[in-house]
């Protein structure tokens, strides 16, 4: 393998997703991940990394935003700074892990958290016609995708 290509694994992600269409809101439900770095070493610790990148990528698509004004940043704490709080619903996350001793070794520190805003985007696609095309996916932008559907 070619120093920098594929350094960070393959996965595939499906999300099963709730949208209560009056509200805009959206909660996943649960959440299907595959992924294969090559030879695994410790699955345990390697489950947990993708899973909890997988929540840090739903916090980031449900929720994260930096906002500013004329001058400046203004999310720059975590009062004004939105993440999905402790009292949030998770989703159940079913996970396999793809074996491939004969591979090169790649890796796993990220690739949970990248796909989750296409993965719910696309769930709640298939739930409701609507297409979002804008991080974070608020209650405000889906009310607005399913009044443009």
Same mark, same amino acid.
């Given at each position: 393998?070619? /120093?920098?290509?594929?350094? *960070?694994?393959?996965?595939?992600?499906? /999300?099963?997703?709730?949208? &209560?269409?009056?509200?805009?809101?959206?909660?996943?439900?649960?959440?299907?991940?595959?992924?294969?770095?090559?030879?695994?070493? &410790? +699955?345990? #610790?390697?489950? *947990? =990394?993708?899973?909890?990148?997988?929540? =840090?990528?739903?916090?980031?698509?449900?929720?994260?935003?930096?906002?500013?004004?004329? =001058?400046?940043?203004?999310?720059?704490?975590?009062?004004?700074? +939105?993440?999905?709080?402790?009292?949030?619903?998770?989703?159940?996350?079913?996970?396999?892990?793809?074996? *491939?001793?004969?591979?090169?070794?790649?890796? /796993? #520190?990220?690739?949970?958290?990248?796909?989750?805003?296409?993965?719910?985007? *696309?769930?709640?696609?298939?739930?409701? #016609?609507?297409?979002?095309?804008?991080? +974070?996916?608020?209650?405000?932008?889906?009310? =607005?995708?399913?009044?443009?559907?």
């Amino acid at each position: 393998m070619e /120093a920098g290509i594929h350094t *960070n694994g393959w996965i595939a992600m499906v /999300a099963d997703v709730e949208v &209560n269409q009056d509200s805009g809101l959206v909660v996943a439900r649960r959440l299907f991940i595959a992924h294969d770095c090559g030879p695994i070493s &410790n +699955p345990d #610790g390697l489950r *947990n =990394q993708l899973e909890g990148a997988a929540l =840090q990528g739903m916090s980031r698509a449900l929720a994260e935003e930096v906002t500013w004004d004329a =001058q400046r940043i203004t999310s720059v704490d975590w009062r004004t700074y +939105p993440i999905l709080s402790l009292g949030t619903e998770m989703p159940r996350i079913e996970t396999v892990l793809i074996d *491939n001793p004969n591979e090169a070794a790649t890796g /796993a #520190g990220e690739t949970g958290s990248v796909v989750m805003a296409a993965a719910i985007g *696309n769930a709640v696609f298939d739930a409701t #016609g609507a297409r979002l095309r804008e991080v +974070p996916f608020t209650p405000e932008r889906v009310k =607005q995708a399913l009044a443009a559907r």
